[in-house]
């Protein structure tokens, strides 16, 4: 199984300013066929489902706003927010889909 | 507006099989592009995949639960389902469906359904 493993396991980040969550995967998933990393980012907040933010590692997907970004390639990966907002304050997970089974990092929870 | 329904029992006794159903609407369950996946939440924890289904009935699961899990499609009834057999309290869990897309992850999700396993 491919281990993900998350840094750090929480943040408190004052608002306005930037939070950096890392993701490392035991092993890679870059797929060099598409020149792709199977890498997925949630948010996650209490009482709701996780909502994907960012595919391939960097795609945003629709409506997420552009201050959150992601970077990173085979095995370490990095989840950015660039300007904290109150509604950040959530759960962030990243999440393998390279191979099955399926996994998931710990979990890093964002405060305020 | 693609939407997700768990249902099923909230409590389930130890050593019997926990069956829930994910309804799927505003979209077909048969799209060839999606694939369907059962992911729980014990209380408190993270995130732990069950297993996903594909178009034409592959399935993959969790080596972890897979001797216990089984997921089946219902295509009439455009809904998935989800098997757990010989439970114990270690399966108390928010179960969530979800519904991914080829080559991304899951961008549609379940409200979530508490199931505990409790005498």
């Known amino acids: 199984d491919i281990v993900m493993t998350q840094s750090p396991d929480s943040l408190a980040v004052s608002l306005g300013e930037r939070a950096t969550i890392n993701c490392k995967s035991s092993q890679t998933v870059f797929y060099s066929s598409n020149n792709k990393n199977y890498l997925a980012w949630y948010q996650q907040k209490p009482g709701q489902p996780p909502k994907l933010l960012l595919n391939w590692a960097s795609t945003r997907e629709s409506g997420v706003p552009d201050r959150f970004s992601g970077s990173g390639s085979g095995t370490d990966f990095t989840l950015t927010i660039s300007s904290l907002q109150a509604e950040d304050v959530a759960v962030y997970y990243c999440?393998?889909?390279?191979?099955?089974?399926?996994?998931f990092g710990q979990g890093t929870r964002l405060e305020i | 507006q693609l939407q997700l329904q768990e249902s099923g029992p909230g409590l389930v006794k130890p050593s019997e099989t926990l069956s829930l159903t994910c309804t799927v609407s505003?979209?077909?369950?048969?799209?060839?592009?999606?694939?369907w996946g059962w992911i729980r939440q014990p209380p408190g924890k993270g995130l732990e995949w069950i297993g996903n289904?594909?178009?034409?009935?592959?399935?993959y699961y969790n080596p972890s639960l897979k001797s216990r899990v089984t997921i089946s499609v219902d295509t009439s009834k455009n809904e998935f389902s989800l098997r757990l057999s010989s439970v114990t309290a270690a399966d108390t869990a928010v179960y969530y469906c979800a519904k991914g897309a080829t080559g991304v992850g899951y961008g549609d999700w379940g409200q979530g359904t508490l199931v505990t396993v409790s005498s």
């Open positions: 999440q393998q889909y390279y191979t099955t089974p399926v996994t």
């Open positions: 289904i594909y178009f034409g009935g592959t399935t």
């Open positions: 505003g979209g077909s369950i048969s799209n060839s592009n999606y694939y």
